[in-house]
């Protein structure tokens, strides 16, 4: 009688320690990333004034020309449902995200690794983060970097384009905000 219950319990056990290693064991939900507190025109003009302080960072007789920042875009989706991804978007909140950008052609001369060092050096020790600026991080950007308050810049070189430009391109993803009342998927904000 001992003996069975000694193996009852050492079954028992077993059993959990290989339902908690396996991960069958019920987790604790992750907390989704607070939903930003910004309006639409906030998200906007702090999204505008990233990309023209990036633009400042670049001696100016090296820029020959440039397109943007982008002005208005619609108001994108942030749920997952809708084909967003963790941790930017989250589950069925309704909100919104606006996006951004603008291209800077750059004269031959310009030495785009060190501009680029010199974007990552200039968020440096003030939380944000930054992918490595090799090409091999998630969005295949040349360099991306992420602000503590949710916005995301994705930085491509795009060498002698079909224009025969030197193309820096960004690409912004402003926070996940409750949009506005009126609200609209067609209009742009």
Known sequence: MKHRLLRALAVA??????????GCVAQE????EPISPLTFPEVRTIQNEQLEDFAA??????????????EATAGLSCDTDLGGRRPYFQE?????????????????????PAILEHFA????GLDWKVAAADGTN????????????????????????LDGK???????????VIPPKDFSPHDEY
Do not use: H
């Open 138 to 161: 998630e969005a295949q950007a040349d360099l991306v970097l992420e602000s503590p308050d949710g916005f995301s810049y994705y930085v491509s070189f795009l060498p002698n384009t």
């Open 166 to 176: 030197n193309d820096l391109s960004f690409t912004s993803f402003g926070p996940c």
């Open 13 to 22: 056990v077993l059993a959990c320690t290989g339902l908690i290693a396996s």
């Open 29 to 32: 939900p992750t907390n989704p």
């Open 57 to 70: 960072l670049i001696p100016s007789e090296q820029i020959v020309d440039r397109w943007g920042p982008v």
């Open 92 to 112: 069925e909140t309704g909100t919104r995200m606006l996006t951004g950008g603008m291209d800077l052609y750059l004269s031959d001369s310009a030495d785009v």
């Open 121 to 124: 050096a200039s968020k440096s």
